[in-house]
């Protein structure tokens, strides 16, 4: 297949780029060059932001792309850029959104697609402003797939998943210096984490999947654990044991409005997925957390 990763130099967009060169594919990134992409990718250098340019970059090969994997379409207007640049020479557009478009207050246990109470603000509201965007085509000469990932974790990334501790580049060393995690309300928020290379090969799957035209997926790993468990998981990878200190949730929200949709439980259905001809992602949290660690510890090893 000939494929487009846009943002191919990011943690999942580098490893949709790595991926998909492996299996044999004809891939495409377009960056703005600031980071090197994966080895036998090829490289549109341009910056999205400049939309003439950003046009001019994709029509100038005059080539089509079976699937258009798009990591960094944060607003409704990338959304249109996308629909523009891609219209008639794209068999799919498959648009990497986020859980975050579900409000914190009204979601359901698990949570579907739909019905749901979506966000209208912040990064979650933009997300779900560009999703509209795809949703609203009235033609079908732009097909398109959404997926809403929740926490995605793997090597090349930061690894938590909670306030204090979100991406946090010391948890390693302070889970092996003993020292205790503060997490807010201890860390009893269920998560439903994904591995970065199971959504990775879950965006080209669905790229192509009759069963996954014009429709929106939520992706989700197979394993729902307590936030505190999946830093535990953590400290077994280290061989030392996790304490945990409670951040009292009313106090964090008070100082930190802007985070409340990490103060949820994230609990997903993936029955949606489970009715196309794609595999859900299938990585355990244990595997995928023990492979993570050790890209962590490996790179700081060079």
């Known amino acids: 297949m000939r494929i487009l990763v846009i943002g191919g130099s990011g943690f999942l967009s580098g490893t ?21 992409v994966p080895a036998g990718a090829h490289s549109i250098v341009v910056d999205r932001h400049d939309s003439a340019a950003f046009l ?14 798009d990591c960094i ?21 498959v648009f990497i959104s986020t859980d975050f478009v579900y409000a914190p207050d009204g979601r359901r246990f698990p949570q579907p697609e739909y019905p749901a109470v979506f966000l209208t603000e912040g990064y979650g509201g933009k997300k779900r402003a560009a999703e509209l965007v795809f949703e609203s085509l009235a033609s ?45 309300g201890r860390g009893v928020f269920l998560q439903q984490p994904v591995f970065v290379d199971d959504l990775a090969d879950l965006a080209m ?9 014009n ?43 802007d985070k409340a949709t990490f103060i949820c439980h994230r609990v997903y259905t993936r029955d949606r997925i489970a009715a196309t001809l794609t595999p859900a992602p299938a990585t355990s949290i244990e595997t ?15």
């Open 16 to 36: 949709i780029t790595r991926r998909a060169v492996a299996a044999g594919h004809d891939v495409w990134t377009v960056t703005r060059g600031k980071r090197p």
């Open 56 to 69: 001019e970059s994709i029509r100038a090969g005059g080539s089509e792309f079976d699937i258009v994997i």
């Open 73 to 93: 379409c944060f607003t409704p207007d990338d959304a249109a850029q996308d629909i523009e640049a891609f219209r008639g020479i794209a068999g799919r557009i």
């Open 140 to 184: 079908d000469d732009t097909p398109w797939t959404i997926l809403r990932p929740g926490h995605i974790y793997g090597p090349g990334s930061l690894l938590g998943c909670l306030p204090m501790h979100s991406r946090d580049q010391t948890l390693l060393d302070t889970i092996r210096a003993g020292r205790p995690l503060s997490l807010v």
């Open 205 to 213: 799957g669905l790229g192509t999947d009759p069963a996954a035209k």
């Open 215 to 257: 429709t929106v997926f939520n992706a989700a790993g197979p394993d729902i654990l307590e936030s505190r468990r999946y830093y535990e998981i953590i400290g077994d990878v280290l061989e030392r044991r996790v304490t945990v200190e409670e951040l009292s949730i009313s106090s964090f929200l008070e100082e930190n409005p």
């Open 288 to 302: 995928g957390l023990a492979e993570h660690v050790r890209s962590i510890l490996a790179s700081r090893e060079k």
